[in-house]
């Protein structure tokens, strides 16, 4: 048995037989069992008392009132980090509104790259003729016939925003069983 492998074994309570034999062996172990010994006696004659349970839970709840209360992130922050849940994210209604935003930006901006490849003449080998015949297909006569209006696509954005609040899944239409209106 090596000597640091008796060190760690003198802190246990139990008697070890191989423990004992090697501190007959070497004079090192045995004076620092000794003093491990000493220390163990000084450390129990301590008059060491646990506190009352009242005062414990007193202690407890002051620990708890004045501990620092974390501040809450905005939700892009925490996108960064993991610390957000997505149904959660979903069904407020800031997000419901960025949502139609966004699905109205995109409509719109499909709408303006369709328009800049109309008008785009590609020279450069294959590329240039697949988009050529993508920007020629009556696909694009279609869509450049189709009059768009903003405010119509607007209306439409609310009344389909307004269709899943009522729907199954939205804010409202959750709500509508409990009330007992569905």
Known sequence: MQCD??????????PNPAVDRH????TRCAHVARGLGHLNAVLH?????KPPAQLQQQLLGLVDVYAPQP???AWWSRLFTGDFSVPQLVL??????AQGLAALMLALASWQV???????QPVVGDVG???QLVVT?????????FQLDLQSLGLWSVVGIAGWLISENGLIGRRLPRLGLS
Do not use: M
């Open 23 to 26: 501190l007959h062996a070497c």
């Open 45 to 49: 004659s301590a008059l060491v008392c």
């Open 129 to 131: 003729y697949a988009v």
């Open 137 to 145: 297909s009556p696909a694009s006569t279609y869509i450049n016939s």
């Open 114 to 120: 369709f328009g800049w490849l109309s008008t785009f």
């Open 5 to 14: 492998d008796v060190t760690e074994l003198l802190l246990s309570a139990e």
């Open 71 to 73: 501040k809450r992130q």
């Open 92 to 97: 407020r209604p800031n997000v419901i509104a």
